[in-house]
């Protein structure tokens, strides 16, 4: 393929079956016919050729270079360089005959090399050719800007990727294909289609021959075999803002795309973009409500559980079931090798993978709820799914929510099922908890249970978030004051100390601290703290403190 301006132009060979050219003879050239003309211009001064541009037709009476052997040898050589279409001289004014060696270098190079009789009128040869070349634009633009009205309204009334693949595939007769990476849509009209045909839109390598696209960038076209039929099959890439979103795919059998044909496929790029765009903003809009409302029923104290019911089903929500509530925490992996199309921006990445989960669990047919909010996505599921961890159902389904969303590295936490609104909140509450704690405490890319969270999940279940940093403060301010005053290093010490199991030399070696250092500072946080490390009970309190502390210090007040 070559640029647009080509397609507008006309072929040497079709030059010559003009009326104008009835008595211009073909010299040499013979095999590059189908070069195609652009533009027309008249040589008949010594510097033309650097003013000579690519699809250029020559006509001269050769003045320029009638007593210059090496110019005569040289120009059709650098005019074939400079992608001229082809060159008309006019024999029997300054050149009595055209050269052997200029017809020798035309047959060489495929370079059409036309004599014009002496009585022929560059004005009329011109003329005739640039009639053509003007027709041929202006069919081309009236074809363009057709095709532009026609899905530009399609749009405008309100029509979606269904319906501009069916126009699409109705207007051209081809197999038709257009995706939207950004919303994961396909679309592939008309639904009676060979499987073959179907299989080759699937597939994602494009093996094809990569091509010159008129405006947007690059595409593929290649001839397949379909069945024993012959298939052309071409591929623009959606742009939009330098970033691909998306294919316009389509597949013709037993013929190949038309000039026009291709130029309504490129045309129909921009207008697939219009409408993943538009449904990308459908869907950050619609998001935006349901985290709102998500927002005020997590956080609303005086519950009107009415209105609130009242105002679910407008989402299609229905809250008076059971529930359990599961928080994604999805981000790109740390190393992969896999190229992504619309960059990883978090809330890009969020929108993408919450677009992937809902359609997993409409095609599942569940009972689901879905929000993409500030915390991570949110998904309430009914109990029976998640809430048995040995189950080989609920390991199932988190493996193919896991399956669903393999792009990337994600982290789950998962409450457990209550009924109703109430029953929500506490789910939503207990699975944020696991998730910011759980990833704390065995690390990102796991499943986490609240109720795998141990004695922290106890505490932080049945105890108020006031009650246990009162808890941590009188066990471990004496530390941290001093540390404070004296700029000491108790409480780390105390943490390593904790970790070794209260065994000074690995302390001391970890620390790459004195020994007789490590054994001061053991014997200071016993004197300030009152802590035994022999009785059980008190060793197991400090240790609570020292976790809860870091879980604090880590969380904030995220966890109230």
């Known amino acids: 393929m070559v640029a647009i301006m080509d397609h507008y132009g006309i072929s040497v060979e079709e030059v010559l079956h003009l009326p104008a050219f009835k008595k211009c003879r073909l010299l040499g050239g013979g095999e590059g016919l189908q070069r195609v003309i652009t533009n027309v211009n008249v040589m008949e001064v010594p510097d033309i050729l650097p003013w000579i541009k690519s699809g250029d037709f020559l006509l001269t009476t050769g003045y320029a270079i009638k007593d210059d052997i090496d110019a005569q040898k040289g120009l059709i050589p650098q005019l074939a360089r400079q992608g001229a279409a082809g060159l008309a001289i006019k024999s029997q004014r300054y050149i009595e005959t055209i050269p052997l060696y200029m017809i020798e270098a035309a047959n060489n190079l495929n370079f059409p090399l036309l004599e014009m009789p002496a009585e022929i009128n560059f004005s009329e040869l ?7 070349l003007v027709n041929r634009q202006a069919l081309f633009l009236e074809h363009s800007v057709a095709v532009h009205q026609q899905f530009t309204d399609l749009i405008l009334k309100g029509g979606q990727l269904d319906q501009i693949a069916t126009a699409l595939a109705e207007l051209i007769n081809a197999y038709v294909c257009l995706e939207d990476h950004s919303n994961y849509r396909r679309v592939i009209y008309p639904r009676d289609i060979p499987a073959e045909v179907v299989r080759y839109f699937e597939r994602e390598d494009l093996v094809g021959q990569k091509a010159d696209c008129y405006d947007t960038g690059d595409f593929y076209r290649e001839q397949v075999t379909f069945d024993g039929r012959e298939a052309d099959c071409a591929a623009l890439p959606v742009i939009v803002e330098g970033q691909q979103y998306g294919w316009v795919k389509a597949v013709l059998l037993e013929r190949r795309f038309s000039l026009l044909e291709l130029l309504t496929l490129e045309r129909v790029c921009s207008i697939v973009a219009l409408d993943i765009i538009r449904q990308h903003n459908v869907t950050q809009i619609e998001n935006k409500y349901k985290a709102e409302f998500l927002s005020q029923l997590l956080t609303s104290s005086n519950l009107d559980e009415k209105d609130f019911l009242e105002r679910a089903r407008t989402f299609g929500w229905e809250l008076t079931g059971d529930y359990a509530a599961l928080l994604l925490d999805v981000s790109p992996p740390a190393k992969t090798n896999k190229v992504t199309l619309n960059g990883d921006r978090p809330q890009d990445l969020k929108t993408r993978a919450a677009i992937l989960l809902e359609n997993f669990c409409r095609r599942q047919r569940l009972k689901f ?55 929500i909140k506490r789910s939503y509450r207990e699975a944020k908890i696991a998730l910011e704690l759980g990833r704390y405490l065995f690390g990102s890319g796991s499943n986490i249970y609240y109720r795998n969270l141990g004695v922290y999940g106890l505490l932080l279940k049945h105890a108020g978030m006031a009650e246990l940093k009162d808890f941590v403060q009188e066990i471990l301010a004496p530390l941290l004051d001093y540390d404070y005053n004296k700029k000491g290093e108790l409480y780390k010490t105390l943490e390593t100390y904790l970790e070794t199991n209260c065994n000074v030399k690995e302390t001391a070696e970890k620390m790459y601290t004195h020994y007789n250092t490590i054994l001061y500072r053991v014997n200071k946080i016993k004197e300030l703290t009152g802590v035994d490390f022999n009785q059980p009970d008190q060793k197991l309190n400090l240790q609570v403190a020292m976790r809860l502390s870091q879980v604090f210090n880590r969380f904030g007040n995220s966890l109230e």
């Not at 011109?126 to 053509?132: A, G, K, M, R």
């Not at 996505?377 to 048995?388: A, G, K």
Request: proline letters at 2%.
């Open 369 to 423: 709820i879905l929000v993409n909010n500030e915390d991570g996505l949110t998904l309430l599921v009914e109990p029976t799914l998640v809430c048995n961890g040995k189950e080989n159902g609920a390991r199932g389904f988190l493996h193919q929510l896991r399956a669903v969303l393999n792009y990337w590295q994600v982290t789950i936490g998962i409450g457990s099922g209550y009924n109703g609104i109430k029953g």
């Open 126 to 132: 011109i003329s005739s050719v640039l009639s053509q």
